[in-house]
């Protein structure tokens, strides 16, 4: 096998001639970037100018705009006031219920065979809807016309039933509703 034999330019072998060219043609591109960058900064700082100057001839146009769009803004701004001041309404209505009367009427009538679910008052109407799960047929019935001779509680219904078949014991869910008077 042949002896392979390497040389290694040590300093004073290089090129210089090499090293200037690539120094001359990267001091030539960093003018030409220059040059274009100041080119490109003074065409920007021309159309600022000129879009000021436009915005400028325009605004007597716009301040017109401005008063129909500011009244069409109020306008919105006032129907929006209106539907918070509906939702506040409503909030106050739920909370001026009579919850202490309407929960101490409803605790006078239930006995231990009756588990009450859901307790869902409609202000507007002035009723209660009333959900749960009696013992049994004679129990619902019972709870009905103790809702009924309750002093608060109006027109007591039951609006449906329906008998568990899977359990047992049979229970019965059921919805009941039951209008309340506002003077109690």
């Known amino acids: 096998m042949r002896r392979l034999?390497?040389?290694?330019?040590?300093?004073?072998?290089?090129?210089?001639?090499?090293?200037?060219?690539?120094?001359?043609?990267s001091i030539l591109v960093l003018i030409s970037v220059f040059y274009q960058f100041r080119q490109v900064s003074e065409e920007v700082n021309y159309w600022n100018i000129r879009v000021e100057?436009?915005?400028?001839?325009q605004k007597p146009k716009v301040t017109h705009r401005t008063r129909a769009s500011s009244r069409n803004r109020g306008r919105e701004i006032g129907q929006e006031i209106r539907k918070e001041i509906v939702k506040a309404n409503a909030i106050l209505g739920q909370i001026n219920l009579p919850w202490e009367a309407l929960f101490n009427s409803v605790e006078q009538a239930i006995n231990e065979d009756v588990a009450l679910l859901t307790l869902q008052p409609n202000i507007g109407s002035q009723s209660l809807r009333i959900g749960g799960e009696a013992r049994n047929m004679s129990v619902l019935l019972d709870f009905v016309e103790a809702i009924e001779r309750e002093a608060i509680f109006k027109n007591a219904h039951l609006l449906n039933y329906k008998i568990k078949q899977?359990?047992?014991?049979?229970?019965?869910?059921?919805?009941?509703?039951?209008?309340?008077i506002e003077s109690i």
């Open 5 to 25: 034999i390497l040389q290694f330019p040590d300093n004073g072998q290089q090129d210089r001639r090499i090293e200037l060219a690539i120094l001359l043609v």
């Open 166 to 180: 899977d359990n047992p014991h049979r229970p019965i869910n059921f919805l009941l509703t039951a209008s309340w």
């Open 53 to 57: 100057r436009l915005e400028q001839q």
